[in-house]
């Protein structure tokens, strides 16, 4: 039956609540969920190398987030952990954003990220065998038809109320067509977070982020080259 809600709406309401706890770290993250594609998860050595690249890298003992010190260049902090096969990334910047360490990550796997900070830059995206394929502007993601391989994320795809609606055929001119895109509830972030749990199955919640995790440390500027 269709409720006339998006098929992510419980998910949804799940990730505005989180966003808005105290347990929410900050106003800037990155979350990546990445899913082997024969089902068996990568080690923690795996996962650093393709993070970090042909660039030094250290694991570290599990902690939680907040005892984390700040990110330095050098010494840039990733926790790592599972749910199942897939392995989950939580960072406060925007690593899991690089096209480089996304076609790392991606080697014979598909790779999903959600990132913003402060200002609401954000960027949602999916890689896949080794190939960026989307890397969508959120708050302003405009229709379907302007992302090319937006059919190889099936669920994204299905999530239509997250882009914009077609112009009427009868637009003037003169109108701006953001102010008929009825999206003033629009949710972004909990709906990025919403359709990557939808997608993987991996679900970040409260206690996730109060845990101790296995971390990684990179330099930041050599593993985004």
Known sequence: MNT???????????????????????????????VPDDGRALTLDQVAARLAGNTPYRLHEPAPFDAIGPPEQDAYPVLVDRCGSTTVLFECDYLGTSPAVLRRLSEGARVYSAWWNVNANNLLSFAAGGEHVLAIDALFPGRQEHHVGLARWPELQAMTDFFAEPPPEDLDEDEDEDDLDARVDHDWRAACLAVIDRTTGARLTGEWLEQPHPYVTVRMPDAIR
Not at 6 to 26: C, F, K, M, N, V
């Open 4 to 34: 006339g809600q998006p098929p992510t709406a419980d998910l949804r309401e799940h990730y505005r609540r989180l966003i808005s706890s105290t347990q929410w770290p900050g106003v800037g993250m990155c979350w990546t969920a990445l």
